[in-house]
């Protein structure tokens, strides 16, 4: 049986034996949701290991679908009324979508369905040895998911939740966002239309301590490059010029030089393919090239990523390239073309607001403080898609754990109960302001 090293878990381990809430001085709201949440951790962690063994691999549309079904009766059960949004118009499976109350602030809570293991990986099942739980999904997200309709229970226990109007939505391609994006994430954006505050069940960077305030974009850039070909032997001649491969490398440093060293800004030549023919499918992220070292190559192209934390900052990286590209060499054409994947989740006052509420809510709890990860350590998640419309978002909020998108992906069960009493006190104290 996997166990992650000891030295993955430092944080972890150090709140996992915080004091709860019985030795803190707390009202009897906090008390009673910190008991319900720890009676029923094991039936949570039940719910848990069926959802993990079903495949949910984005691109196994059936398998989505099946999770889909089984969390949807769990919202069914609180109340909500769902409905499963079909995916066919951007050739994924879709997602759930749940909605309840009309009073009270309104939440809006967003996670996942899907994971990055399709049916042909050899890692599909659940295994626990103690507090560690091994499998697809188990933190990134499932579990997280199973801590959103745990807060929710205790809050119906507390008789609290109809003082919230929530709306949950549960993508089924957050792993590889469906295209077109528009219809992609259409029901996302209309469910943050009208929302107050926006709630993420991702792990983020698997630390107790701290939550997600902003994440970066992400960006896809591709880069081709032509010149004359010719024997090696007229490299540099007015009338040949440098070549392609020449061009790509004069253009990467100059991105380097010019580019590098600015706050959260970063850009990566992922792939790089340059000779007397080139290909690149897109589709599978792989190319080849071929030629001869005493062939001046004509063709390159390089795919690479841009990532940045607010929308002027990317727009600004996407001009100073293009002007970088289209100071080309002698005889040589260039193009660079962009494709946002992600917006940024900029750090607004309003997430700095509900982070306070959150860090408030955890030292209550006897859980200690809650700080703001760092942007470079969180990456792009569904909650950036409504962090322009919803004035207060906060994300990285699920079950922690580590191995996220390999084959020793864990949860570390003693988090369960950290992040879900966490969540339902702050839900709790939304629903009385």
Request: a negative charge.
């Amino acid at each position: 049986m996997f166990r992650p090293a000891p030295c993955i878990l430092p944080a972890l381990l150090t709140l996992a034996i915080a004091p709860t809430c019985a030795d803190t001085q707390v009202d009897s709201s906090t008390a009673a949701i910190a008991a319900h949440v720890d009676a029923s951790q094991e039936a949570a962690f039940a719910l848990l290991e069926r959802a993990v063994n079903i495949n949910s691999g984005t691109f196994n549309p059936a398998g989505v679908r099946r999770v889909g079904d089984l969390f949807r009766a769990e919202f069914d059960a609180l109340g909500f009324a769902t409905e499963w949004v079909d995916g066919a118009s951007f050739g994924r499976a879709g997602h759930l979508v749940a909605r309840r109350g009309e009073r009270g602030p309104h939440v809006l809570l967003i996670g996942h369905l899907d994971t990055v293991f399709e049916p042909d990986s050899p890692f599909q099942k659940f295994e626990r040895d103690g507090d560690i739980a091994l499998g697809p999904g188990t933190s990134d997200m499932k579990g997280g998911i199973v801590i959103m309709l745990s807060a929710l229970r205790a809050l119906m226990a507390m008789g609290s939740l109809d003082e919230l109007t929530a709306t949950v939505v549960l993508t089924g391609d957050e792993e590889d966002v469906g295209e077109p994006q528009a219809p992609a994430r259409a029901a996302l954006l209309e469910a943050a239309d009208g929302a107050d505050i926006a709630i993420g069940l991702e792990n983020a960077d698997d630390n107790p301590a701290t939550a997600v305030i902003a994440r970066r974009s992400s960006t896809s850039w591709t880069l081709k490059v032509n010149a004359p070909g010719a024997h090696s032997s007229q490299i540099f001649r007015d009338n040949v010029g440098a070549g392609a491969i020449f061009e790509s490398a004069r253009i990467l440093e100059a991105l380097r030089s010019k580019l590098a060293g600015e706050d959260y800004l970063t850009f990566n030549p992922g792939i790089i393919l340059g000779g007397a023919q080139t290909t690149f499918d897109p589709g599978s992220m792989s190319g080849t090239a071929a030629g001869k070292g005493n062939i001046i190559a004509p063709t390159a192209v390089v795919i690479g990523d841009l990532r940045a934390l607010t929308i002027p900052q990317r727009e600004q990286a996407k001009m100073r390239m293009t002007e970088i590209v289209a100071a080309h060499l002698p005889r040589a054409s260039t193009e660079i073309t962009f494709q946002d994947s992600y917006p940024p989740l900029a750090p607004t006052d309003g997430n700095r607001k509900l982070l306070a509420l959150y860090d408030q809510v955890s030292r209550d709890l006897g859980f200690g403080p809650v700080t703001a990860v760092d942007p470079r350590d969180a990456g792009a998640a569904d909650i950036s898609f409504v962090g322009g419309v919803v004035p207060m978002a906060l994300d990285g909020l699920g079950l922690l754990g580590g191995g996220n998108r390999t084959e020793g992906e864990f949860a570390d069960l003693r988090t369960f109960r950290i992040q879900t009493q966490r969540l339902a006190l702050l839900l709790y104290r939304l629903s009385r302001r």
